[in-house]
């Protein structure tokens, strides 16, 4: 069984740091290397993708809204992706999700893209 699941969120002053973690298990990430992306979603809004990591590492991608601010790494050895959020904004307040698809580019922005996903970790950024 595949599962994914994230760690890291909280509650945070505007202009704050925080490190989300996303560890994975089952037989699949054994088996295939992951390409990995981070998503977030506020109330009302659509799940919108901030950052991708391809299945070599080689290859990153992020949304315009996050670039310069917040970076996306993996270890595939551990089947874990981190993403740093630095300088955070009120508006980076949302539920963050991460997402896992065999051998991903990284640059796959689309929620279809991903094959699997984790439950979500909440980040509460306060002006």
């Known amino acids: 069984q595949v599962q994914l699941v994230e760690s890291g969120g909280g509650l945070v002053q505007a202009g704050g740091s925080l490190r989300l973690s996303c560890a994975a298990s089952g037989r699949t990430f054994t088996t295939y290397p992951m390409g990995w992306g981070w998503f977030r979603q506020s109330p009302g809004k659509e799940r919108e993708f901030v950052s991708g990591i391809s299945w070599s590492g080689g290859s990153t991608s992020y949304a315009d809204s996050v670039k310069g601010r917040f970076t996306i790494s993996g270890d595939n050895s551990k089947n874990t992706v981190y993403l740093q959020m630095n300088d955070l904004k009120p508006e980076d307040t949302a539920v963050y999700y991460c997402?896992?698809?065999?051998?991903?580019?990284?640059?796959?922005?689309?929620?279809?893209?991903?094959?699997?996903w984790g439950r979500g970790t909440q980040v509460t950024v306060s002006s």
């Open positions: 997402a896992a698809t065999p051998l991903g580019s990284g640059r796959d922005s689309a929620v279809r893209s991903y094959n699997y």
